[in-house]
C-alpha cells in the first residue's frame, strides 16, 4: 500500500522549498563524514561489489553522487519527486541514475529489481521517520532489492537522538535555521525504538551480519561552532550469514 497523502505532501512541500546549495538541507553531510564510512564498514561483507548500487530515500543525492564514483552502476531512488529533480540538477553529469519510488509500493520496487537484478542497498535515515505502518514495508522493500546476492547498509536515528532533537528545537533561540523547515513540514525523526529497528529486517527474512552504533554527522552547528551529531546505530544485513564471496 503505497504512503499516505499527508506523509508524500509532507516530504514534497520539504524538498520543494529545499534550497539547492550543498549543505543547505540539515542531513546533507559531506560524503566523508556519512557515507565513505559507511561503505568502510559494508565493504567486508559485500559478497559482490560489481552489482548496482540503490540508494533508497537519496534525497538531493549526494551520497548517491559519491556511491556512483565507486560503483559501476547507482540508482538514487526517492518518495518525492521534487527530491529526484533535484538531485537530478545538482548532479547532471549523468554518473548516478535518479527515479521517483514509493518503497512502501511493493509491485514498484519488485519491477525495480526484475529490471536491474539482486543489488546492494544504501539506506540513511528514512525508516526512523517513516510512518508506523510503512516502516515493515520499507523493510521488505530492502529485502526484495538485495535478493540472494546483495548487501546492505542500513543506518538511522537512535531512539535517543530525539531528545536531542528537541532540546534544540526548545533552545531560547528556537530550532537552529536548518532544523526548523524538518518540523514545519510536520517530519518527525527518530520514532523507531531501538530494539525493533533489527527486527524489521529479521521479519522481511534478512539475516543482520554486522552491527554497531556511530555518531550521524548533520550540516547544523551549536552556538560553540561544533558540529551537531546524533546518536545512530547501523546494520548490514543480507540473504543469509554466508561470508563474502571475493
Not at 1 to 20: H, I, K, Q, T
Not at 135 to 147: E, K
Request: hydrophobic fraction near 45%; charge should be negative.
Amino acid at each position: 500500500m503505497p504512503v499516505s497523502s499527508r506523509y508524500l505532501n509532507a516530504w514534497e512541500g520539504f524538498w520543494r522549498d529545499a534550497p539547492a546549495e550543498a549543505g543547505a538541507v540539515i542531513w546533507d553531510a559531506e560524503p566523508a563524514l556519512t557515507a565513505s564510512v559507511h561503505l568502510a564498514l559494508l565493504d567486508p561483507y559485500l559478497a559482490d561489489p560489481a552489482l548496482p548500487v540503490v540508494d533508497v530515500g537519496c534525497g538531493n543525492g549526494t551520497q548517491t553522487r559519491f556511491l556512483a564514483e565507486r560503483f559501476g552502476r547507482v540508482l538514487g531512488v526517492d518518495l518525492s519527486t521534487a527530491a529526484v529533480g533535484l538531485a537530478r540538477t545538482q548532479h547532471p553529469d549523468g554518473r548516478a541514475e535518479f527515479a521517483q519510488l514509493d518503497a512502501t509500493d511493493g509491485p514498484g520496487v519488485r519491477e525495480l529489481h526484475a529490471r536491474l537484478g539482486d543489488a546492494n542497498v544504501y539506506v540513511r535515515g528514512l525508516i526512523h521517520q517513516s510512518e508506523p505502518a510503512d516502516r515493515q514495508p520499507v523493510a521488505d522493500a530492502i529485502a526484495t532489492l538485495v535478493g540472494d546476492r546483495g548487501r546492505a547498509f542500513v543506518v538511522e536515528l537512535s531512539a535517543s537522538a530525539k531528545a536531542v532533537l528537541a532540546g534544540l528545537a526548545q533552545s531560547p533561540q528556537g530550532p537552529p535555521p536548518k532544523l526548523r523547515p524538518v518540523f514545519e513540514h510536520g517530519l518527525a525523526p527518530a520514532e523507531v525504538v531501538d530494539s525493533a529497528f533489527g527486527e524489521l529486517f529479521r521479519t522481511a527474512g534478512l539475516t543482520v551480519l554486522a552491527s554497531g552504533e556511530l555518531p550521524l554527522f548533520l550540516t547544523e552547528f551549536a552556538p560553540d561552532g561544533s558540529r551537531i551529531d546524533l546518536p545512530s546505530h547501523w546494520l548490514v544485513v543480507g540473504a543469509d550469514g554466508a561470508a563474502p564471496q571475493r
